[in-house]
């Protein structure tokens, strides 16, 4: 049959930890934590599961989730979201992405997205007919040319997706930023804003994460992506949520029934009630902070160069001084010579541009963090 996506390969994630697995290295490529899930939410899942909750949650999520995430929203970013109407539970938030822009974009539709770019943005756009109009983050500290959307932004475009905390990068979008984006939203009332703030709890240096629910106007305009795979150190139970206004959520549901109709009734549950306790998320910034922190720490003195990270588990590092191989052929050389995978963000661009920079999760145990540095400070 033709292909709908005839350019598209397997994702750089799958591809670095077979790599990763294969050459028995250390997995510093996809992003998912080395540590477990707190013994207390396990015993909460067990508790649900036990107790009988095991078939079809209700479509939008199960409600007592539903009402927790908007106490939380209500209170971490003062946004009054309904649960009723405004709030459904998804598979992760890849789910949550894919459904909005689905749901939202239509044929010849322009959408404005920001390379270095998460991968399954522009594939998921090009697939509901829309057009991807990829802009480049500004170097050197990864941030968005206000100016450039400004002009960028047309009759057509529908869409611009935003990313804070960015993976890959680890910069964050500030205040100003919001303004600036607000702005275009006022003169454009048509233009949607799908922002994705998975790593919300993830962010450093006394940075307040700028989500897009703290802007009530911009807020009106948008959907925002969240998912608890980063945030309890569960990636592989796929929950997430995505937040926006009735009349544009009740558009996301239709698709939400179809694709995967409900979520994990007992996680939802089980986060519901694990999410009462404040502390469970707000110690992250610190937690990772420390991470962060150590591996930078470890690999001074080693050739390569830290781009700033302020937000997210990765931190990605130039090795401009060490060689100058292909992005892709360095993370294939390192994990299969060195022991150590990594992602090479070429594979984040739409043009391939090629800055001879790679990204290390850092949401590993410190024993693996002091080793994969070891391996680094040789290279
Ligand atoms: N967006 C970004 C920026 C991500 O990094 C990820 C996952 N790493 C996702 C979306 C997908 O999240 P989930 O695993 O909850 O589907
Ligand atoms: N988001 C994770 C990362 O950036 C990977 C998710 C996936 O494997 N699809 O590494």
Redesign the pocket.
């Known amino acids: 049959p033709e292909s709908k996506l005839p350019d598209v390969g397997t994702s750089i994630?799958s591809v670095m930890s077979k790599m990763a697995q294969e050459h028995s290295a250390i997995n510093l490529s996809?992003?998912?934590p080395d540590f477990e899930v707190s013994t207390d939410l396990i015993g909460l899942v067990n508790k649900y599961m036990s107790n009988g909750f095991n078939q079809y949650a209700p479509m939008p999520g199960v409600p007592a989730l539903r009402e927790q995430i908007a106490s939380m929203l209500k209170s971490r970013f003062n946004y009054l979201a309904n649960p009723e109407t405004e709030i459904t539970i998804?598979?992760?938030?890849?789910?949550?992405?894919y459904n909005s822009i689905t749901a939202l974009i239509a044929p010849g539709d322009e959408v404005i997205l920001f390379d270095p770019a998460?991968d399954?943005y522009d594939p998921t756009i090009r697939l509901s007919g829309g057009i991807p109009v990829h802009l480049t983050l500004k170097q050197p500290d990864f941030s968005i040319d206000w100016d450039e959307v400004e002009q960028k932004v047309s009759a057509q475009t529908r869409m611009i997706m935003i990313?804070t905390p960015?993976?890959?990068t680890g910069s964050v979008l500030t205040g100003e930023d919001m303004r600036r984006l607000d702005k275009i939203a006022s003169q454009h009332p048509d233009l949607l804003i799908l922002s994705?703030e998975?790593?919300e709890h993830i962010i450093f240096d006394n940075f307040t994460h700028a989500s897009i629910l703290r802007y009530p106007a911009l807020a009106d305009q948008s959907i925002a992506?969240f998912?608890?795979?980063?945030t309890f150190h569960a990636?592989g139970w796929?929950?997430?949520y995505v937040v926006a206004p009735a009349g544009i959520m009740q558009e996301i549901r239709k698709l939400h029934q179809f694709v995967t109709f409900s979520v994990n009734t007992a996680v939802q549950l089980a986060i519901a009630e694990y999410l009462k306790t404040e502390s469970n998320y707000t110690q992250l910034p610190a937690f990772y902070q420390q991470k962060r922190d150590l591996f930078l720490d470890q690999i001074k003195g080693s050739g390569f160069t830290p781009i700033p990270c302020h937000g997210?588990y990765f931190q990605s590092l130039s090795y401009k001084e060490i060689s100058d191989r292909p992005d892709m052929e360095m993370a294939e050389y390192l994990t299969k010579t060195h022991s150590i995978a990594s992602i090479p963000i070429s594979a984040f661009y739409k043009s391939r541009r090629d800055d001879k920079i790679l990204r290390f999760c850092f949401a590993k145990s410190e024993e693996t963090i002091e080793k994969a540095a070891k391996i680094l400070c040789r290279i």
């Open positions: 994630f996809q992003g998912f998804t598979s992760g938030a890849t789910e949550a992405l998460y399954s990313n960015h993976n890959p994705d998975v790593y992506v998912s608890f795979g980063k990636t796929k929950v997430g997210t």
